[in-house]
């Protein structure tokens, strides 16, 4: 991933991010974007020259009514095409950020995206799905701070012919209590600031570790599926799940598998051939870490 | 339901995928995927190459099951009835 | 851009990143991506794009295969529903396009289907898909009566689980101001073992250039006018003129006319230059014309700002005015349009 900053002569300002395989272009005049969006992407290297191709051109930008001086709000556009309504002001990097997973998940299918997060350690590739609410945000953010290499927590892109997993390393998207939480337990965590009201609630993100930045282009061969889910006051319970259901499980997550038609069926059941499938039960990282570092040892050891 | 025949055309079941534990299978005209529960999977496995012409004749196939012998029919029958709706069977 | 590639694929060898970059934005714009990779793919020419654009083909690509095996099935399903209560429905447009298997249903994406069926079993059709798990989300009295009255269909029926869009005819324009003489249509169309009907291919091309140059809505102008280069690409030398002699019979030959004079000068589609003379029926006078050429040029590309050209605007709102003039009598017509604008004004909110 590489990133390029221009301050244009208007007021505005562009940023290039190479994400893997993706271009984007970000141009905004908005205050908090200037101030996060280099935050965020800082542990990425630097492009120098324009890219000539650029996927996803985004602008996030406030609208220009008379609404600026009441009750200011702001839109993303995509090349110049409003999907979303408005958002306060306030939401913008927020808005960036989930606009952008929408221009993936709609627009790109070179891939099987499924609603999963995702995590890589010594060979050992995790997937996570969940429905939202299920904490695997929370999760993903957890294992990349203790050391696990981030694919995504939002969208994890699996190529249909290799079924192998493709990162994007974008920032995680943190929710509510799961906020101080993590800010606790890691405090060399970097995050932005609390953007209050969302629709999800507060929301702050993180900045990717520099391992998960650094290998932001190294795909990997998923290993497990595991579904977690966050019971307070639980000790850790893992059990096993039936084939059938995680594979339905799986694709009931996904944005794209209907359009793969046959073969997005056929990398759906190379992935849950080669995976062992578990549900997580969990409330303490501690034992998830343990049990999660254990996968990696069971895994050297076979 | 003694007279109704029954027709299993697996051009309909081109992909399937069958674990120890159960089975999936994607319907290429709709796109959809279903998951088969045990007896679903098991009638199109004995179905397969002989379609047996009457539903007698498809419960003395399942009759192999360790199913009730006299809660049979209804469950041939509700079976039959949910692959009918995913489309992987039809009546004739 | 995008129609210079699709008049000539073979551009694609020379195109540089900055070109590819253009040509999938206004593509995309243009809802003719799809299409696009389709082209190419015939001609063997995916190889020449680069990696970063292919891409992008690709999904449009597999998103309007998807649309395309959907409108196979859900046609399938809809003849045999029809069946029952003895109606054959006659498809139109991208649907036929795709289940005739034309070239202009190759990349061909949709939002709904549309089906023509004879007015007087209308009502009949309506009750049984209602009955079986199609409805109207038109729920306002107001819509469901302007529909009825001054429009060729009825309120679009949504099936509850699939989610399909239907949208039944009774005539392939508004009743009012054309009275198009839908049996002489009908006569012509063929029908297949399943009991679906298509369009004979003349009254094919009439029907999607009345749809284009009647109503007032170009957002896929550009895309209907490749349907319509794809369907003029099916003639051979002595279909041209049987094709403007049914135009000219149903009294439609003026759209025909612009069909063949946008096509030619936007795709660059091979049409004969011979088949319309000044005398023929249809042929618009010099001012009409020149007007024509103004208004269409400006609004048959990409709605894209790099596509866009001074008088853009104008000439969209010109041409939508004149699209509603055309479908109802301004009694009815201003009344509706109020109408219409008093409802969009938002009541109660900040």
Redesign the interface.
């Known amino acids: 991933m590489r990133r390029l900053y221009h301050p244009d002569a208007d007021g505005d300002s562009t940023w290039y991010f190479e994400l893997g395989t993706f271009t984007v272009e970000l141009t905004s005049r908005v205050d908090t974007v200037k101030k996060w969006i280099p935050f965020l992407y800082q542990p990425f290297r630097e492009t120098v020259a324009r890219p000539a191709f650029i996927d996803f051109r985004i602008r996030v930008e406030r609208s220009a009514s008379l609404r600026r001086w009441v009750r200011p709000q702001v839109n993303f556009y995509l090349d110049g095409f409003a999907p979303f309504k408005p958002l306060p002001a306030r939401q913008a990097v927020p808005l960036f950020e989930w606009g952008l997973n929408w221009c993936i998940a709609n627009q790109y299918h070179r891939y099987l995206h499924f609603h999963a997060a995702g995590v890589e350690k010594n060979g050992v590739m995790v997937i996570l799905p969940a429905p939202p609410g299920s904490g695997k945000s929370t999760l993903a953010a957890a294992l990349m701070q203790h050391g696990w290499r981030l694919f995504s927590d939002e969208i994890l892109m699996v190529e249909p012919s290799t079924a192998r997993a493709i990162p994007i390393g974008r920032p995680v998207n943190l929710k509510n209590e799961s906020i101080d939480l993590l800010h606790q337990i890691f405090p060399q965590a970097q995050l932005t600031e609390k953007f209050y009201d969302t629709s999800k609630g507060v929301v702050a993100l993180m900045k990717p570790t520099a391992e998960t930045a650094s290998r932001a282009s190294v795909g990997a061969m998923p290993t497990h599926i595991i579904t977690p889910r966050y019971l307070p006051g639980s000790t850790l319970s893992v059990s096993a799940c039936?084939?059938?259901?995680a594979?339905?499980a799986l694709?009931g997550n996904s944005f794209n598998?209907?359009i793969h038609?046959?073969a997005g069926?056929?990398t759906a059941?190379r992935l849950?051939?080669r995976c062992d499938c578990f549900t997580l039960e969990y409330s303490r990282f501690e034992e998830v870490f343990e049990f999660f570092d254990g996968l990696c040892e069971g895994s050297r050891g076979g | 339901m003694g007279e109704v025949r029954w027709c299993l055309d697996f051009s309909y079941v081109?992909?399937s995928?069958r674990?120890?534990?159960?089975?999936?299978v994607?319907h290429?005209?709709?796109?959809d995927?279903f998951?088969?529960n045990g007896l679903a999977d098991y009638l199109l496995c004995c179905l397969d190459g002989q379609p047996p012409q009457t539903t007698e004749s498809l419960i003395v196939q399942a009759a192999a099951l360790y199913v009730e012998i006299e809660e049979l029919p209804r469950i041939v029958g509700d079976t039959l009835h949910s692959l009918q709706e995913c489309q992987l069977v039809r009546a004739l | 851009m995008v129609e210079a590639l699709l008049g000539n694929p073979l551009l694609a060898m020379e195109y540089s990143d900055e070109q590819w970059d253009r040509t999938i934005r206004l593509g995309r714009s243009a809802n003719l991506l799809a299409r696009l990779y389709q082209l190419l793919a015939d001609n063997d020419l995916l190889k020449a794009v680069p990696q970063k654009a292919y891409h992008h083909l690709v999904s449009a690509s597999l998103q309007a295969q998807?649309q395309r095996?959907?409108v196979?099935?859900e046609v399938?399903l809809l003849a045999k529903e029809l069946q029952s209560i003895g109606v054959r429905p006659i498809l139109l447009k991208g649907g036929a396009y795709i289940y005739a298997n034309k070239a202009a249903g190759q990349g061909r994406t949709l939002n709904d289907i549309d089906v023509l069926v004879r007015k007087e079993e209308l009502s009949k059709i309506e009750r049984h898909l209602k009955a079986v798990g199609w409805y109207s989300d038109k729920v306002d009295d107001y819509d469901q009566h302007y529909y009825r009255e001054w429009t060729h269909e009825i309120p679009p029926l949504i099936h509850y689980k699939r989610q399909t869009v239907l949208d039944i005819h009774h005539n392939i324009f508004p009743v009012l101001r054309f009275r198009i003489d839908i049996d002489r249509l009908m006569d012509q169309v063929c029908f297949d073992a399943d009991g679906v009907g298509i369009l004979h291919l003349y009254d094919m091309i009439i029907h999607s250039a009345t749809h284009l140059f009647f109503e007032g809505e170009f957002e896929n102008g550009l895309r209907d006018l490749s349907d319509m280069d794809l369907l003029f690409r099916e003639l051979k030398s002595d279909d041209w003129l049987k094709l403007k002699h049914r135009a000219q019979e149903l009294q439609l030959a003026r759209p025909l006319f612009y069909a063949l004079r946008y096509c030619r000068y936007c795709l660059s589609s091979p049409i004969p230059d011979d088949i319309w003379t000044a005398k023929d029926a249809g042929t618009p006078n010099a001012l009409q014309l020149r007007m024509a050429d103004i208004l269409f040029t400006r609004v048959l590309i990409p709605h894209h700002s790099l596509a866009k050209q001074p008088g853009y605007s104008l000439a969209k709102s010109m041409l939508y005015w004149r699209g509603h003039l055309l479908k109802m009598p301004v009694a009815v017509l201003v009344p509706h349009l109020l109408r219409k604008l008093v409802r969009s004004i938002p009541v109660g909110r900040d």
């Open positions: 039936r084939k059938p259901a594979f339905m694709i598998y209907h038609g046959k069926f056929d059941c849950v051939d | 081109e992909a995928r674990w120890q534990d159960g089975a999936v994607f290429p005209l709709s796109g995927t998951e088969l | 998807k095996s959907q196979q099935w399938k």
